[in-house]
């Protein structure tokens, strides 16, 4: 049975989409869509592989060593179920939604280099399942249709690779392998307000100032898409 987070009703998945970079930038573009989860998933299958070089086993029988060559992008497959049954549209705006991740915008096309958009599957505090993404491969199926043929139902896996290229860590005593994500800063946001919402601890409201390089974390102006990094370790004296 699925619990509940302290004090409220379960949080909603939601996967975001962004514009992709400018240019061969590593930070994404403005927020411009949503899709929201009409369900939460039940799994979300996660993948980090290494990619290893041997040399010549010795006579002994024994196993050669082995050379790390390069880390692998992280890997993401998750079920999205989408019902719309009193909905005039029905799902259909939702999946093309989906499947226009796997296109390339009309912005980046003419600016060029062509990139499809960026996404980050949102959901409450969960991390692992958090990095900026592109989306390789989207499977949908309509499963229930209204009477003139609208598709009010389908169920989607939906497959995710990590984006890459992310920001370096500016914080050097952070241990993560990249952003937990992105957000774009509206009007009434705070950082301690931000890393209650990332890590449900407004006390480090200086990683994400350290990470974004903030000369007055007071003075961020709204529509500042800031770098939400790793919090695996801490410095000395830090809140975990």
């Known amino acids: 049975m699925p619990t509940l987070p302290l004090g409220g009703a379960p949080v909603r998945a939601v996967l975001v989409i962004y514009d992709p970079p400018a240019g061969t930038g590593n930070t994404p573009g403005p927020e411009h869509a949503r899709v929201k989860l009409h369900f939460n998933p039940e799994r979300i299958a996660v993948t980090k592989a290494a990619s290893w070089k041997r040399g010549r086993a010795p006579s002994n029988g024994s196993a050669a060593r082995a050379q790390f060559v390069s880390a692998q992008p992280r ?129 480090q409201w200086r990683a994400i100032a350290r990470a974004n390089d903030l000369d007055d974390p007071q003075g961020v102006p709204p529509g500042t898409v800031l770098v939400l990094p790793t919090l695996e370790e801490q410095a000395p004296g830090g809140a975990r």
Do not use: I
């Open 75 to 203: 890997t993401m497959t998750l079920d999205v179920f989408l019902d719309a049954p009193g909905s005039k549209g029905g799902v259909q705006e939702q999946v093309e939604r989906l499947l226009s991740c796997c296109v390339p915008t009309s912005q980046s096309v003419a600016a060029k280099p062509a990139s499809a958009p960026w996404v980050r599957l949102e959901w409450g505090r969960a991390q692992t399942t958090a990095f900026l993404a592109l989306v390789t491969q989207v499977n949908a199926t309509y499963t229930r249709f209204g009477t003139d043929g609208t598709p009010l139902r389908a169920e989607c896996t939906v497959t995710l690779e990590e984006a890459g290229g992310s920001p370096a860590r500016q914080n050097p005593s952070s241990g993560g392998d990249g952003p937990v994500g992105t957000h774009r800063l509206v009007a009434g946001d705070t950082l301690p307000g931000l890393a209650w919402k990332a890590y449900g601890d407004p006390t």
